[in-house]
């Protein structure tokens, strides 16, 4: 049974700080892997998207990366800012059409 | 154009009472999914439709839990005899096709069993 495990379970910084968020599944036969951004109260938007051949994908701030070999991904924020303060999900899909997520990384980005 | 939508976005429900969620999901995908999240937790995954039929509802945990979705469109989450441990926030996504599309999700419907 894949498990995704996401550390730290919360972090905070001061603006303009570069971070790294972390994330390892259990098994590595997974079909890509996806990172989202939570706001409190809010639903889930998708942030990146890494299909297994790939092994990174950026979007403006965000860099995600994907190593498939050892179950890992992090998620790379440059420059944070005060708006980026949110719970961020990592999630794998792995062949049955599911995604199974981590329990998440609260950030606070203090101005 | 239009996001997922869910209704409620709240709801208060008395132990033993039935609820039904509604997801309208973004038009022309056809892939929907619904996930159950606790606080402090991930989402879980509860049941996926391709179309109208049920794909994969091996995460409903009972069978108080049952979802349709006549027209391949507008899915219907029903939970009967509610509990207090079936409070959580519901989400629902869709996605335009089934295996490696992102899915979008919706804002969630808040439901509290007291």
């Known amino acids: 049974k894949q498990e995704v495990t996401q550390i730290p379970a919360a972090l905070s910084v001061p603006e303009g700080e570069n971070l790294v968020l972390n994330c390892s599944f259990t098994d590595s036969a997974i079909y890509n892997l996806q990172w989202f951004r939570q706001d409190p109260g809010k639903g889930l938007t998708s942030l990146l998207l890494?299909?297994?051949?790939?092994r990174e994908q950026t979007s403006g701030r965000l860099n995600a990366s994907l190593d498939k070999s050892s179950g890992r991904s992090t998620l790379y924020i440059a420059a944070s800012q005060p708006g980026d303060s949110a719970t961020y999900l990592c999630a794998v899909w792995g062949g049955s059409e599911k995604l199974v997520f981590g329990k998440g990384t609260k950030l606070t980005v203090n101005p | 154009g239009a996001g997922v939508s869910q209704t409620p976005s709240n709801k208060v429900t008395e132990k033993g009472k039935y609820v039904e969620l509604r997801c309208d999901p973004i038009?022309?995908?056809?892939?929907l999914y619904w996930y159950r999240q606790s606080l402090g937790q991930g989402p879980e995954f509860l049941i996926y439709?391709?179309?109208?039929?049920?794909?994969?509802d091996s995460g409903l945990p009972n069978d108080r839990f049952f979802a349709v979705r006549p027209e391949g469109s507008v899915s219907t989450l029903k939970i009967q005899r509610t509990e207090r441990g079936d409070s959580a926030v519901y989400l629902c996504a869709s996605s335009l096709g089934p295996s490696q599309e992102t899915q979008y999700f919706g804002p969630g419907t808040r439901l509290l069993v007291l």
């Open positions: 038009s022309g995908h056809t892939a």
């Open positions: 439709f391709q179309g109208t039929g049920a794909a994969d």
């Open positions: 890494i299909q297994s051949s790939q």
